[in-house]
């Protein structure tokens, strides 16, 4: 497939790209002082040298109100020369690079800001920090104008290509647009136009500084999908006035982050947002970008022929893999590694304060100390397993010169991923396995599947070292009374190994068991193409179509003996429980299991609050005591989910009678993608 559209050159101004893709500022808390380093440095090196044609950095900090630890500063001449070896590094790899200069308004949390309350357009409470900001004054606004102009001027002479200037996810330009945030009574409020006033003459300022030359992008929100707050139609009257304005590219992204609409999850398809851009890009004559679960080349080339905008970010699929860009005009994109939409090795660090990895890419964040590295010596490596742990090892250690075998038990290499995959949300994982036979083939890695091996066969098939990464087992457990309520494993379901009947108990409501519920209510609802037909033909109602799409046949409940919906990268879980929330999933935690009948299950559980009951408790400060509930909960399948143990009984057998032997992934302890990631990334370079 060639993508002809995606490496067609444009002008931003007098800035030329060699291609159309671009990658969005992430801030990544690389840098905690501010200024540039080598982990930072040697992170956007790689990108420039994937093929990107324009790469911003930040946000960045200009002024002390302005923003969140970690993110890089140009808050003084100090900061210019770091910056200036770094964009020559960008230059020297071929790539342009751009930084947005950003402040937070009333999103800055004090913590992040040695206590300071927050300035914002008016003193109302933040949704996303819970603080109450302080109104800013006049000149606290023509301070922070002047200081945006002046950090744009630094960026021309740390030799920055491009500037661009944060007016989306309800920041502080964010802030002044909306009349749900922005209730001044001077001439910067009330009206669109006294409200477009602060943004405006922050845009004039730059312009200002960095003469009539220098390109100034602006991101924006393609609708700030928050209810009272500005939508498309203000995103496109805002475009105009900036094209107006003098600016030269508009980056159209999503909503505010306080939004309860994912952004950034598998919730939200591939190039779910361009609709938003499409808008803008018809509105004006200056180049516009595409945001947002844009992962693969040919939504991106798709987006980019039907004219729904001239360039597209991939902030994540860079991060998954920096050369994305490179791999696509080669005509490989196969071998891309995609950005799976978690959000849990990027985004959940940052709620932490912590440097921002890739659950799929073990390198992110780490090239400036994970150097090419090739073995003296290469060896015969048999890998048994071809899960993350057995895949990932293979690729590696050929990639460091090893010659690699994998038998695989089953017919499919990617073991659990099928299992992780099976949410609605979470079908991007499945990548991470078509990528995996891709590579194989690339590499020219042996693999055998539907191989089960025995020992004697294992032990004499002449190999130096052997890896096993067998993964898990999920636990069983017994459960009290007597019944033929048919029993299966969170594994029998998702793999689609079992049907379970209507009314269904699922035992665990950790991630898997959460994950577990959503499949099983999404399995029993209306499908997308039942809804799209119906919508599309309107042949019912649109008031009965909103109805039908929250509802689900089955009936589900979790129980489990904690609470529910632990287990979860912190930040991640929102929209999932969301889901389960919507679809009506009864969710009993510190329960506990009395008895199984023929046709229910009988628990002992604590009857959840109602939002309005803890809102109350919250407001007046007095919480009831917990009621305790015998609930009889009907049901025809019940599905365990309580978690698994290591699969390392091969392991176990072979290590005494091999001399190299490593065991890796689930099958040496129970964890993460990204565990598996890292391990054989590390046991690779050992060897
Ligand atoms: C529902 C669900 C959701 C999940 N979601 C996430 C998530 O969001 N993020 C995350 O980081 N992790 C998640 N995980 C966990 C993650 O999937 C695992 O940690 C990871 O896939 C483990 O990889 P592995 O290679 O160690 O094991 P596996 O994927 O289990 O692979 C083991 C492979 O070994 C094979 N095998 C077994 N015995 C033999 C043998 N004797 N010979 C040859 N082959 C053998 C198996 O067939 C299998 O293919 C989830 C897991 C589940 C079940
Ligand atoms: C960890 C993280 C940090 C981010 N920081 C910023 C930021 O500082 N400024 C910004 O405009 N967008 C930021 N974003 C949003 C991204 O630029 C991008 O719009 C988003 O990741 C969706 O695009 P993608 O699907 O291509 O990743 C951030 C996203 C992530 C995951």
Redo the contacts with the bound molecule.
Sequence with gaps: MHYDRLFLPIKIRNLELKNRIIMPAIHLMYNMDGYANARFNEFYWRRAEGGAGLIFTGGCRFDEYGGSPGVMSLETDDFIPGYREFTDGMHKRGAKVGVQLYHAGAYAHSIANDGREALAPSAILSKFTKEMPREMTREEMRVIISKWAAAAKRAQSAGFDIVEIIASAGYLISQFLSPKTNQRTDEYGGSWENRTRFPLEVIAAVREAVGDDFPISVRIAGNDLVPGSNTNTEAVMFAKLLEKAGVDMINVTGGWHESVVPQLTGELPRGGFTYLTSAVKDAVNIPVAASNRINDPLTAEMTLALGKSDLISLGRPLIADPDWPKKAQNGESEIIRHC?A?N?GCLAKTFFAEPVEC?VNGFAGHEYMLKMYRAKEPKAILV?????????FAVQATLCGHNVTV????D??????Y?????HA?RE?LTLASYYTSAFKKLGIELLLN???GLYEIKTAGFDVIV?????T?KSITLPGKSSIPVYS??DI?SGKAVAGRDVVIVGGA??GC??AD?LAYEAAMSPEELYFILSQRSEEPEKVLEMVDKTRRNIAIVDIAKIGTG??QG?AWPLLKELNRFGVKQYSYAKILELTERTVEIEAVEPKTREQKAKERESGIVEPEKLLHLSLPCDTIVI?AG?VP?N??YNALKSDIHEIYN?????E???????VSQAIELARKL
């Design positions: 799976v978690c849990q659950l048994l397993g071809a899960g993350v742990a057995g895949c990932e038998w695989e038990k089953s499919h290499i990617g073991g659990q991923l299992l992780a995959a099976a949410s979470k994982f191989k089960n091996a096993t990464a067998t993964g898990n999920p969170y594994s998702l991630a898997v994950e577990t499949y979860f990268e991640t989910a698994s699969n009984e091969l890796i992934g689930d099958s040496f129970v964890g993460k993608i990204s565990d598996a």
